[in-house]
């Protein structure tokens, strides 16, 4: 958890909520988790790992940021999860105080265009973080991409950062904090998400599919959770995999269904770093054909409407 740190009775508490936005894979979630100061939202080096907006709180001195991580805004694919993975990031920027955009550094493509246009749709004030500077060798290159980045729009703030080492996310912090209206703090100090554990149990399970199998699998997986239950201090967990294809199927459960055991061997102990407590977990997999491109399908495994 996070820590409020003591409270300055000579400034004025801020608090608000932030749409953290950009294309797929610019490291939004671990950015997030870094200001966090812990691991709440999945993440692996493929595109569209998120699938929901979630929401990240962050208490410290001075006020409450809540964070709303959302999916990437991107141009590829025109099927019902591409739709609603857009719809959610757009959505996710109209009712709030501030959009963080991240953009990658030394790159700007179409899709930092369109995640942009988003926030100036919305009239919403936008700080943008460009990341992984820990990447870029000759730092004289980064100027310049700075410059034609503030001219870009009229940004509060544009701050370099590195989301895997966490080098100026204090200075994101401040800058975000700053920015937000004065008032009383939304939730309790030490409140992080208001997601369930049910949920964050099937997204770490995803994240195993996400991590562990080939280009295109992961894509066309979702999880459930049939069964979550607290055994007096243990958690008992069901979880089914959808896939589309019975081919699928058989690559996720593997030779002897090791492959499917080592991946639920690691989201277990991932589960079991979240909740602090031990987690007997079970997995099935199973076909559901084309679930992807079924709105109807989407809804019943959590993609519908919010």
């Known amino acids: 958890m996070s820590d409020p740190g003591a409270a300055n009775p000579t400034e004025a508490n801020r608090c608000g909520t932030v749409a953290i936005i950009g294309r797929p894979n ?18 692996s080096h493929k595109p569209q790992t998120t699938r929901h907006a979630i929401l990240g709180i962050k208490t410290r001195q001075g006020g409450q940021m809540v964070f709303v991580d959302t999916p990437g805004i991107h141009q590829r694919g025109d099927g019902a999860l591409n739709r609603y993975l857009n719809r959610a990031a757009r959505a996710a920027v109209a009712d709030v105080d501030l959009a963080l955009l991240v953009v990658e550094s030394l790159r700007w493509t179409q899709e930092d265009t369109k995640a942009l246009a988003a926030a100036a749709a919305e009239g919403v004030p936008v700080i943008a973080a460009v990341n992984k500077v820990d990447t870029v060798k000759d730092k004289g290159r980064l100027l310049p991409f700075l410059q034609e980045l503030s001219a870009r729009h009229p940004f509060l703030a544009v701050v370099p950062v590195s989301a895997r080492d966490g080098t100026q996310v204090d200075a994101i912090e401040l800058a975000v904090l700053a920015a937000l209206p004065e ?28 991590q562990r199998y080939g280009k295109e699998l992961p894509y066309q997986t979702a999880v459930q959770i049939e069964r979550f239950e607290d055994e007096g201090g243990r958690y008992r967990i069901h979880a089914l995999i959808w896939v589309e294809r019975p081919g699928q ?22 589960m079991q770093k979240l909740f602090g407590c031990p987690v007997h977990l079970e997995v099935w997999v199973k076909v559901k054909t084309s679930w992807s491109s079924d709105e109807a399908a989407l809804a019943v495994l959590g993609y519908g409407e919010s």
Do not use: C, H, W
């Not at 100090?189 to 208001?194: G, K, R, W």
């Open 26 to 43: 610019v490291g939004k979630s671990t950015l997030l988790n870094r200001m966090l100061g812990q691991k709440l939202v999945i993440t």
């Open 249 to 270: 199927k058989a690559i996720v459960i593997g030779s002897r269904g090791e492959a499917l055991k080592a991946t639920a061997t690691q989201a277990r102990l991932e």
């Open 183 to 210: 008032g009383d703090n939304l939730y309790p100090a030490d409140q992080l998400t208001d997601r369930s554990e049910r949920f964050f149990a099937a997204e770490l399970l995803r994240e195993q599919l996400m």
